[in-house]
């Protein structure tokens, strides 16, 4: 079973309205959390890091929350844009093996005019 | 800086088949990885490394292997192509293996279709 479930699987919304993806891991023990945006055909670029300590991470229109309690993690998207037609990846990092991670299906997501 | 690069971008092979997929980074990263994208599930580790010389197995090794002689390059083979390994390929690289806020940089990926 994998380590990090996200829902949606995809989704689609209307170009300036939000969205909210999930993630839900199960990562022991937990170093950081971090959310990827891949492009079709590209590789995924790093959008927010976050550690235990941190609970809110922004980037842009981008707002990442972290509840290291309950092992839950979501991303928000405000006021979508057409270019944020992409996947979302969540990726969690152990702190027994940095360099090893463990990454989510990913949430695709499409925005439309 | 060009950041992480891989070739070739796409690729068919038949069944039986042996190729080579190359990455490379000029941001003297000490760590690099590969991985496999399937639909419907997440990136998978097939081989890292963390320093010229050093390598080590990830999730799914099985027929690939790999080898470290520069820092820069971390080429991936396919000794015998199956079509189990048909899926698009990632190489990644970081400045190091450890570090809470170590970022992995992602190369533009391989798509590999093995008959």
């Known amino acids: 079973k994998n380590q990090v479930e996200q829902s949606p699987q995809s989704l689609i919304i209307l170009e300036g309205k939000n969205c909210t993806l999930q993630c839900n891991y199960t990562v022991s023990p937990f170093s950081n959390l971090r959310w990827y945006k891949q492009d079709t055909g590209r590789g995924p670029v790093s959008l927010t890091i976050m550690t235990f300590s941190e609970n809110t991470k922004s980037n842009g229109r981008y707002t990442a929350t972290l509840d290291a309690d309950t092992k839950q993690s979501s991303l928000h998207i405000t006021a979508s844009q057409l270019s944020d037609s992409a996947s979302y990846i969540c990726v969690v990092s152990r702190s027994d093996s940095w360099g090893k991670l463990q990454f989510g299906a990913g949430t695709q997501v499409v925005v439309t005019p | 800086n060009a950041g992480v690069t891989q070739t070739p971008k796409f690729q068919v092979l038949k069944t039986g088949q042996s190729m080579t997929l190359q990455c490379a980074q000029d941001m003297n990263h000490e760590y690099m990885s590969w991985y496999r994208q399937d639909p419907g599930m997440g990136l998978r580790l097939i081989h890292y490394s963390v320093g010229a010389g050093i390598t080590d197995q990830g999730e799914v090794p099985n027929g690939y292997n790999v080898s470290r002689s520069t820092t820069e390059d971390f080429p991936l083979r396919l000794l015998s192509a199956a079509p189990s390994q048909t899926s698009v390929y990632f190489c990644?690289?970081?400045?190091?293996?450890?570090?809470?806020?170590?970022?992995?940089?992602f190369g533009p990926g391989t798509r590999l279709t093995v008959l």
């Open positions: 990644a690289s970081s400045y190091s293996f450890s570090g809470l806020y170590n970022e992995q940089f």
